[in-house]
């Protein structure tokens, strides 16, 4: 993919260039804000990494001309501005945000997670995978011809996982989108509703859908 990178910290910038290059990306990066508006606005990328204090023009307020000028390429902060107020007003305008300092393999499950995303529109009613499907209108679940009935978080929870079928998602991105907490509460919430999501949408069936990624996280695939 394709990715424009702005952040001032030249050390930073150059190790945040060599991860993402590693991983097979082409980057282009920069260090203020009005190289980026002009790089944002005259090519095409796949996704857009921010940092969000930067000479010249702040992260957020560069995103949001980016998105007046009708640039719509997803967008990921990736900031030491870590309150919640920060958090919730940079969610506010971009799909996805994460706080310096970061682990290298969840900056690149995040940037691979907004790349790869197939674009929701309103056209877009119904979700599936293998046999498996979620009617988005009717919020109904079904596998083949069995009706599965789940409580609201689990339905979340599998929504989010079929919008990211076949990538990682990792705990912190699920506890940011389908609970909104931006901070880990220390608990088996998510483990307790992904062993009941499981049994309701795996047990009985042919094949497991749901996988738990060692050390990573959890990917719903049907090619496993």
């Known amino acids: 993919m394709k990715l424009l990178l702005l952040e001032d910290d030249k050390e930073v910038r150059e190790h945040v260039v060599r991860l993402l290059q590693a991983a097979g990306h082409v980057v282009d990066d920069c260090a203020t804000g009005p190289d980026a508006i002009f790089l944002g606005t005259s090519n095409s990328y796949a996704v857009l990494i921010l940092d969000r204090m930067v000479p010249g023009v702040d992260g957020l307020s560069l995103l949001k001309a980016l998105r007046s000028a ?59 995978v293998a046999d498996l499907e979620i009617d988005l209108l009717k919020r109904t679940v079904t596998r083949g011809d069995v009706r599965i009935d789940l409580q609201q978080q689990e339905y979340k929870l599998l929504e ?65």
Do not use: C
């Open 70 to 128: 009708g640039v719509q390429t997803p967008a990921l902060f990736l900031t030491a501005m870590d309150d919640i107020d920060d958090r919730v007003e940079g969610l506010a305008t971009a799909d996805d945000y994460l706080v310096k300092p970061f682990a290298g393999s969840e900056l690149l499950a995040r940037v691979g997670a907004l790349g790869r995303r197939p674009p929701v529109t309103e056209h877009v009613t119904r979700l599936t």
């Open 160 to 224: 989010f996982l079929m919008h990211h079928a076949g990538e990682i998602v990792t705990r912190t991105m699920l506890l940011e989108n389908v609970w909104s907490f931006h901070f880990d509460p220390g608990t088996n919430l998510i483990e307790s509703h992904m062993s009941r999501l499981r049994a309701k949408v795996d047990r009985g069936f042919d094949r497991d859908l749901i996988h738990t990624v060692r050390g990573a996280g959890y990917r719903l695939d049907a090619a496993v």
